[in-house]
């Protein structure tokens, strides 16, 4: 099952209580995803303990094929996003819990 932000949001509210809105959580998610992609950007690594590391891998130039075609096309040098995730995190999924 693929959990979208609207379900996170949902998930969040619910979580929360009467005391936040919807529209609230959905704010601050939003927020929390802006400053992260702000951050990534910038070049910066995001730690976030017990979860993981979100940061930027430099991808290096290469000469790829049009499958159609056969042509060479060149692909610049790119910034990817990179997660990794942390022992904890790992060690959770691999329990079930």
Same mark, same amino acid.
């Given at each position: 099952?693929?959990?979208?932000?609207?379900?996170? $949001?949902?998930? +969040? &509210?619910? !979580?929360?209580?009467?005391? $936040?809105?919807?529209?609230?959580? *959905? %704010?601050? +998610?939003? *927020?929390?995803?802006?400053?992260?992609?702000?951050?990534? /950007?910038?070049?910066?690594?995001? !730690?976030?303990?017990? =979860? *993981? +590391? =979100?940061?930027?891998?430099?991808?290096?130039?290469?000469? &790829?094929?049009?499958?159609?075609?056969?042509? @060479?096309?060149? /692909? @610049?040098?790119? %910034? $990817?996003?990179? =997660?990794? &995730?942390?022992?904890?995190?790992?060690?959770?999924? &691999?329990? *079930?819990?």
């Amino acid at each position: 099952m693929t959990i979208t932000k609207a379900n996170l $949001v949902e998930e +969040v &509210a619910k !979580e929360i209580g009467p005391r $936040v809105t919807k529209r609230d959580v *959905g %704010r601050i +998610v939003q *927020g929390f995803m802006d400053e992260m992609i702000k951050t990534l /950007i910038q070049g910066n690594r995001i !730690e976030l303990r017990g =979860f *993981g +590391v =979100f940061s930027t891998k430099l991808r290096k130039p290469k000469l &790829a094929r049009n499958p159609k075609t056969k042509e @060479p096309v060149n /692909i @610049p040098p790119r %910034r $990817v996003p990179v =997660f990794k &995730a942390s022992r904890l995190l790992k060690g959770t999924i &691999a329990k *079930g819990s």
